[in-house]
Structures are given as C-alpha cells and as structure tokens.
T-cell receptor, first 115, second 115 residues
Framework: GAVVSQHPSRVICKSGTSVKIECRSLDFQATTMFWYRQFPKQSLMLMATSNEGSKATYEQGVEKDKFLINHASLTLSTLTVTSAHPEDSSFYIC???????????FGSGTRLTVV | AQKVTQAQTEISVVEKEDVTLDCVYETRDTTYYLFWYKQPPSGELVFLIRRNSFDEQNEISGRYSWNFQKSTSSFNFTITASQVVDSAVYFCALSLNNQGGKLIFGQGTELSVKP
C-alpha cells in the first residue's frame, strides 16, 4: 500500500531557531500534500494544501511567513517552522494524495517541542 | 459551510460491550467522501474506511460496522464486542473535491475500553 515517510518523528529546538520537517511519498507520486497541526486533546487542523510546483494554499489564520511549505517534487514536501516559539510546540502531520478520487496517506507525525 | 461534528468527546466502556461513535456532517455538495480514522497514543492515523456520497450501503469489517444515512447526514461507527486495543481517539472526516480535496476533521471521540 501507499506509504508516506515523515521525519523527524520528534524534535526539540531552541526558541528563535527554525525547524524543517520532511514528508515523502515512497511508492506513489503525490500531486497534493496537506499539512496539519494537532494540539493535545484536540483535532487535526489543516494548515495548508500544496500542489507540486505551485505555491501552497494556507488556511485562514495560518502565517505563511512563519510556516514555509515547499512541494518541489512529486514525492517530497517540506514544512519549515521559522523562528519557532514555545506556542508552536505541537504535533505536525502530513498527508499525501495521488489525485482526486484517491485516498489520503498520512505520515507518522512530528512532535515539535520548542524550549 | 462544511463541518463535521462528533458530539461525544469521551466514551468509556467495559470490554466486550458494543459501542457506537456518532458523526454528523454538513455540506451542500452532492459529491463528497466520508472517512473514519483511528489515532492510537502513538499519534499515527490509521485509516478505517472511506465512503462516497453515492454509496449508502452499510459496511461491516470484522467487529467494525458503519451506518451511513444521507437523510440525517450521519455516518456512525459501531465496534462490536470492544477490546482494550480499541482504546484510541477516533476521527470522522469529510472531503470535498471542489475544495482541493482537503479533509475536514471532526473533534474526535476518545474511546476508553476497560478490562
């Protein structure tokens, strides 16, 4: 079946630094990738949708300059949290889709802690 | 507006009991997909089922069954003879092709199955 690899699984960084999270589709070409954020005991909130070769579409309230998303190839999307602060500490999950009508494959998530 | 509501925040049952998780959705689109995911403590999302809006047949998979009723905009999930390993957070989700295929998640229901 379709597999999405997300790295790192856990990261601790200092306040003010940037962190990059990678999401790779291993056995299919992901025309669309989605990035979600999940705070403890809460649901998954969509941050942005990215299509290969295009700029990401951010959801309302998500700072595009803080959460940089790049989807340069059909198998790789990255989320960079710039100038991270403790309130950015969260669980970030990516999801990839081969196309309309296909299912969604989720990565295993990245737990970010900003100290 | 599109929305998914899971009114039950937490459910606690004793092993071998049957339990039903409710999901109500809102959309004006006629073409959409509904999903159920399981999220164990590890955080990874486990796909359970996908249903398109034109298929109202109920589905059974082992101890799991789903009841899709368009008349009440509901897509409920029943676990028969629950087991401790069923303990997790369960999410119902809705996707619309005309919204870039993004998944809209419900708030989640935390199921605790006690021995």
């Amino acid at each position: 079946g379709a597999v999405v690899s997300q790295h790192p699984s856990r990261v601790i960084c200092k306040s003010g630094t940037s962190v990059k999270i990678e999401c790779r589709s291993l056995d299919f070409q992901a025309t669309t990738m989605f990035w979600y954020r999940q705070f403890p005991k809460q649901s998954l909130m969509l941050m942005a949708t990215s299509n290969e070769g295009s700029k990401a579409t951010y959801e309302q309230g998500v700072e595009k300059d803080k959460f940089l998303i790049n989807h340069a190839s059909l198998t790789l999307s990255t989320l960079t949290v710039t100038s991270a602060h403790p309130e950015d500490s969260s669980f970030y999950i990516c999801s990839a889709r081969e196309g309309i009508g296909y299912g969604y494959t989720f990565g295993s998530g990245t737990r970010l802690t900003v100290v | 507006a599109q929305k998914v509501t899971q009114a039950q925040t937490e459910i606690s049952v004793v092993e071998k009991e049957d339990v039903t998780l409710d999901c109500v959705y809102e959309t004006r689109d006629t073409t959409y997909y509904l999903f159920w995911y399981k999220q164990p403590p590890s955080g990874e999302l486990v796909f359970l089922i996908r249903r398109n809006s034109f298929d109202e047949q109920n589905e059974i998979s082992g101890r799991y069954s789903w009841n899709f009723q368009k008349s009440t905009s509901s897509f409920n999930f029943t676990i028969t003879a629950s087991q401790v390993v069923d303990s997790a957070v369960y999410f119902c989700a809705l996707s619309l092709n005309n919204q870039g295929g993004k998944l809209i998640f419900g708030q989640g229901t935390e199921l605790s199955v006690k021995p």
